[in-house]
């Protein structure tokens, strides 16, 4: 774990500061791509959507790029947007471009560190290097390294190429996605790392609350609804969806949020199957990535970097969730 400082890289853990809590660092990189290849709204420079221009560098471990792995499969842009898989151990030089266990390497410019991507878009670049990264290959650049914005442009910008019949963010519903994602997004996908990362039993107990607080409430809507927003399949269910397949192997255990599994809530894990069993989503999820990053990679919160042999999982047992009426 590390980060750049004026492009230098750093080997440094994240600083808790005097109440041991975790706070995660806002993405630099917010540019977007647009169909006319004007600048988006706020921002300063234009990318038009093209195929074959762009790349993803992901991590299979990461929930965060996982997001982009999934939406890049539903939205069939596999032939549009290439993608390279960053090796799961993190060590003192951060993502590695090591080729083994389905990890590719830097196949467009042969590079052995992911910092060395940051600093080839920005040289002086300052902060921590994160995945995933959407590269456009004709500027030289990062476009963005927020996982929630490349979603959204995923979802859209390259209907002409994909699969423009399936929208999981439509304007209709972006209000009640945006409502879900604000909830789900502090309590539960950060409030895993605010649970595992905190240096005080004060922050970590606060975040322990909050985690569970937030799967409870989940749990109750899913009791009335199939998805998250009624009964259409939108970005907020993918968007939760990475942290729940990750916690009964994970989070549990390595990041002692363990007052519940995801396999106790009968809501949540029949809807995890549903998604799960998604043609094509079961292609994104790698266990060995998932356990051998977290377990290995945190030394500061797993010093032995022994990886757990279980528990047994199996997403794809039998769901209910078709109980539920089905979207017109």
Same mark, same amino acid.
């Given at each position: 774990m590390g980060l750049l400082v004026d492009g230098i890289w750093k080997n440094e853990w994240y600083d808790t500061g005097k109440d041991g809590k975790f706070k995660r660092s806002e993405s630099q990189f917010r540019d977007w791509i647009t169909k006319d290849g004007k600048p988006a709204e706020g921002r300063e420079r234009g990318f038009k959507a093209e195929p074959g221009r762009y790349h993803l560098f992901v991590s299979y471990a990461c929930p965060w790029a996982h997001r982009t792995l999934i939406f890049r499969k539903l939205k069939k842009l596999e032939d549009v947007i290439s993608v390279d898989v960053v090796h799961h151990f993190m060590g003192k030089n951060g993502w590695t471009f090591v080729k083994e266990d389905g990890a590719t390497?830097?196949?467009?410019?042969?590079?052995?560190?992911?910092?060395? $991507?940051?600093?080839?878009? &920005?040289?002086?670049? +300052?902060? #921590?290097?994160?995945?995933p990264v959407l590269w456009d290959k004709k500027e030289q650049t990062i476009v963005s390294n927020e996982s929630a914005e490349i979603i959204r442009m995923l979802n859209s910008a390259f209907d002409e190429w994909g699969d423009a019949s399936l929208d999981? +963010?439509? *304007?209709? *519903? /972006?209000?009640? $996605?945006? %409502?879900?994602?604000? #909830?789900?997004?502090?309590? $539960?996908?950060?409030?895993?790392? /605010?649970?595992?990362?905190?240096?005080?039993?004060? %922050?970590?107990?606060?975040?322990?609350? &909050?985690?569970? &607080?937030?799967?409870?409430?989940?749990?109750? #809507?899913?009791? #009335?609804? /199939?998805?998250?927003?009624?009964d259409r399949m939108t970005e907020a269910d993918w968007r939760l969806f990475t942290t729940l397949v990750r916690f009964d192997a994970v989070y549990f255990g390595h990041f002692k949020c363990n007052l519940r599994q995801i396999d106790d809530y009968p809501n949540l894990s029949n809807y995890l199957r549903d998604l799960y069993q998604i043609p094509g989503v079961a292609e994104t999820v790698d266990i060995l990535h998932i356990k051998a990053h977290y377990y290995a990679s945190h030394e500061t919160v797993n010093p032995t970097r022994i990886v757990p042999k279980g528990p047994e999982l199996d997403f794809l047992a039998p769901h209910d969730r078709n109980r539920f009426r089905k979207a017109a």
């Open positions: 390497g830097d196949t467009l410019y042969g590079s052995e560190f992911l910092h060395q $991507i940051y600093t080839k878009a &920005d040289p002086s670049y +300052s902060g #921590r290097v994160t995945v999981l +963010s439509p *304007l209709s *519903l /972006r209000g009640q $996605i945006d %409502a879900v994602n604000e #909830r789900v997004y502090p309590a $539960i996908n950060n409030g895993v790392y /605010r649970a595992g990362f905190a240096t005080t039993q004060e %922050a970590y107990e606060e975040a322990f609350d &909050d985690l569970f &607080d937030g799967l409870d409430e989940m749990e109750e #809507r899913l009791g #009335r609804q /199939r998805y998250l927003v009624g």
